[in-house]
């Protein structure tokens, strides 16, 4: 179906409604939970992740395959934004289904984005020699602190 075609019917039908039609209610939704204010900036703003991705595609018509490529694309250059956006477009599309837009939830059958750990522990060898090194070139409570 054509984008002009579905932004047609999507004014008289919900289903053909496009996901960025379905964003701006969503994102009045998110606005009236009982969440902190950052936690609603935070999932506004992987709604709008959302919205640059999908847009001008109706809700019916997005297809797993094009949701695993786009997050699999940003996940090459931001992984964990990737996951979250992934986890918002479930919730989204969750919320879709449970108003009729949508006859089902697709984010059930895609697996989020795999997502490296980039961060590693302090080992002890390390910590010693951060210590040695504030000892002799910092400030006299930089080794305290260290002690903490």
Sequence with gaps: M??????????????????AQYAAIYAETLESLEYSPKTIANRLCYTRYIVQLFGSVSLTMLSIAEIVRALDRLAESRPQTAKSVFTEMRRMLENAFKAGWVDCNIMDQVKPPKTKVQRTRLTIQQWHS???????????????????
């Design 2 to 19: 054509s984008k002009i075609l579905a932004s047609t019917l999507g004014i008289f039908v919900p289903k053909f409604r496009t996901v």
């Design 130 to 148: 951060m210590y040695k090194y504030s000892t002799k070139n910092s400030l006299p409570w930089v080794p305290r602190m260290l002690l903490l």
